[in-house]
T-cell receptor, first 114, second 116 residues
Framework: AQKVTQAQTEISVVEKEDVTLDCVYE???????LFWYKQPPSGELVFLIR??????QNEISGRYSWNFQKSTSSFNFTITASQVVDSAVYFCALNGAGSYQLTFGKGTKLSVIP | EAGVTQSPTHLIKTRGQQATLRCSPISGHTSVYWYQQALGLGLQFLLW???????NRGNFPPRFSGRQFPNYSSELNVNALELEDSALYLCASSPSSGRVRQETQYFGPGTRLLVL
């Protein structure tokens, strides 16, 4: 069985602060894919990143960065210099080799206060 | 390029009625997925269609059904609506999963279903 845990239910930060969203996953598959999605108040899930289990290289995209550590089964997401537009619910998701559907965490609601 | 589209945006029904939700995938995508996002339950996988066939379904009763048309658009039907079916229903699409697994799924804006 697959499982994704996002222990932080809600986080509030002041604009320009850095914030890290945690994601811990469980899977028995040796090949799997991890994702982060952003859900603004409008409801649509916006794809942010996809990472496969063989690629532990960290990735940076503008103010966003992701830290994948297989040893701790974690795939954390950091927003640098947060902005009000970053306010949303962020979901971490897992897709194992044996399935095609995504297993989502419960999400972390991020509020960036001006 | 147009993203995944869903209609209607909002739907209000009463208990016992049937609801039909529609989804058009990104052009060139043949796989369509349906997810339910109910308050307090998170995002749960409902159904997956690929090349016109139902490939997998989540842990939902048979009154949740659907189909995929030759143009790869999809319809989700919920029969005998219950109050707990009130949720945001999200559709996602990806390129054919028959050849490459774990393609990224791109989501539509969702349909908010309210059952009274």
């Amino acid at each position: 069985a697959q499982k994704v845990t996002q222990a932080q239910t809600e986080i509030s930060v002041v604009e320009k602060e850095d914030v890290t969203l945690d994601c811990v996953y469980e899977t028995r598959d040796t090949t799997y894919y991890l994702f982060w999605y952003k859900q603004p108040p409008s409801g649509e899930l916006v794809f942010l990143i996809r990472r496969n289990s063989f690629d532990e290289q960290n990735e940076i995209s503008g103010r966003y960065s992701w830290n994948f550590q297989k040893s701790t089964s974690s795939f954390n997401f950091t927003i640098t210099a947060s902005q009000v537009v970053d306010s949303a619910v962020y979901f971490c998701a897992l897709n194992g080799a044996g399935s095609y559907q995504l297993t989502f965490g419960k999400g972390t609601k991020l509020s960036v206060i001006p | 390029e147009a993203g995944v589209t869903q209609s209607p945006t909002h739907l209000i029904k009463t208990r016992g009625q049937q609801a039909t939700l529609r989804c058009s995938p990104i052009s060139g995508h043949t796989s369509v997925y349906w997810y339910q996002q109910a308050l307090g339950l998170g995002l749960q996988f409902l159904l997956w269609y690929d090349e016109g066939e139902e490939r997998n379904r989540g842990n939902f009763p048979p009154r949740f059904s659907g189909r995929q048309f030759p143009n790869y658009s999809s319809e989700l039907n919920v029969n005998a609506l219950e109050l707990e079916d009130s949720a945001l229903y999200l559709c996602a699409s990806s390129p054919s999963s028959g050849r490459v697994r774990q393609e990224t799924q791109y989501f539509g804006p969702g349909t908010r279903l309210l059952v009274l």
